[in-house]
């Protein structure tokens, strides 16, 4: 008898783990930037507030996720102080728009994204990251997280609002590069989420990232809500825009450059 009570325990905390457990849904990311991290121009520091604040949406299944900004019909330009007045001046981060879809089953990620007004399709593969565990742990929105640590290499276009030709900018009159850096990722991922997604080009780990710290501060994603359903029919491959490899996109980056400085006024991300 003692076997049999043992076993319908067993069996009915097996059913509670596996209703507990969640494999599809959406999650809903609060996006920080650190300004004045980025900025060089101590008079640029003055035009924008410190802090840039987005919202992003990641809807995924047991084998695909899209990743996408929340559009923002009425967002306040960073450089108008909060007069009302002056110029926009057309001012856009790496993420603000476009979609990163993945497809886990395949290994394929399929990129949309901006530049001067122009659409590209980045076809490419998931990128493995190198994570390792902390053996930290802390809630988030209710789940237990472990904290996983990374170093990144990424490429970046030019310097943080650099004004080109003033009299601090000797670089002005070179050829733009896309500079190699290596940025501190520190990631808190809940297991009970079932699926390797992460914020932007992140993830990888044995279940969902809720928070991600970008460079000590300088960026910072906080999962703000997770909806344990996702519509499928949702999560689209994009396919609006010219197709390019990813080699070929930093060429493009480059020309541009020469042309009319860094996207968005400094630096791009281009992992």
Known sequence: MKK???????????ILNSKAQVKEGVITYERKINMYKRI??????????????????LLFSDSTSIYKAVP?????????????GGMRMGFKMPGDGGEIYKNYATG?????????????????????????LTGETK????????????????????????RRGSENDTAANKTPELKEVTVDLA?????????????ENNGGLPGAILML????????????????TVNKKDIKQPTKGKKVTREEYRTTIKEMMQNFGPPGGGRHRED
């Open 139 to 162: 809630k988030v929105l209710g789940h237990n997280c472990f904290k996983a640590v990374a170093k990144q290499t990424m490429k970046i276009a030019g310097g943080m609002f650099k």
């Open 187 to 199: 990631a808190w991922f809940a297991e009970d989420i079932m699926s390797p997604v992460g914020p």
């Open 4 to 14: 049999i009570l043992m076993l319908i325990s067993l069996v009915s905390i097996t």
């Open 72 to 84: 923002e019909d009425e967002s306040p330009d960073p450089f108008d102080g909060g007069n009302g």
């Open 40 to 57: 060089q121009d101590e008079e640029m520091k003055a035009m924008m507030p410190e802090f840039r604040i987005s919202k992003h949406l």
């Open 108 to 132: 394929v990620q399929v990129e949309q994204t901006e530049l001067f007004s122009k659409t590209f399709i980045i076809n490419d593969s998931i990128k493995k990251q190198a994570w390792k």
């Open 213 to 228: 710290d970008v460079n000590n501060g300088e960026t910072l994603f906080t999962a703000t809500e997770i909806k344990p």
